[in-house]
C-alpha cells in the first residue's frame, strides 16, 4: 500500500479539544516497514492502524512501539508555532523502514503525523538514525501556521 508524509486529521481536532500537551506527554516514534499492507497518512488516527495491519518494522535492537522523542520544544517562528525534538537512535540496529508515525503514548497511542521516508531505508548492524529537521516555519516536524 502506501505512505503519505502528512500531520493527521483527527490530531488537528484533538489539538483544538486540549487533547495533547506535547512538551509533557510522552510521544514516541515507531517504523513503519517496507510495502507495508495499510495506508498511512493524513486519514491515520492510531498507533494501533500500524500494529493491526502487522505494518510495524521488525528487526534486531528495534524495540516494537518505537522511541520516546525528547527534548520537546515548542515554540513560535515568526507566526507559525513549532514543536522539535532531538534526534533519535535505533543503536547497532539492523531494520528496514520507508516511514514512520508519531504517535502520542499517554493519550491512548493517539497519532501526531506519518512521514513517508521516500524510499526504503536500511541500517545493517548500526544505527538507523532519525534526524529532525530544522526547527522552524518551514521545516519543523510538527507546524501550524
Sequence with gaps: MAITTAMCNSFKEELLGGVHDLDSDVIKIALIK???????????????????????AVGTNYTAAGNTLTSPVISLDGSTAILDFADTTWSSATVSADG??????????????????????????????????????????????
Design 34 to 56: 517496507t510495502t507495508p499492507t495499510g495506508t498511512y497518512g493524513a486519514a491515520t488516527s492510531n498507533y494501533s492502524n500500524v500494529t493491526v495491519n502487522s505494518d510495524e
Design 100 to 145: 514512520c508515525i508519531i504517535y502520542n503514548s499517554t493519550r491512548a497511542n493517539r497519532a501526531i503525523a506519518v512521514i513517508d521516508f521516500g524510499g526504503t531505508k536500511t541500517s545493517t548492524n548500526g544505527d538507523f538514525v532519525i534526524q529532525m529537521p530544522a526547527a522552524n516555519a518551514s521545516n519543523a516536524i510538527v507546524r501550524i501556521a
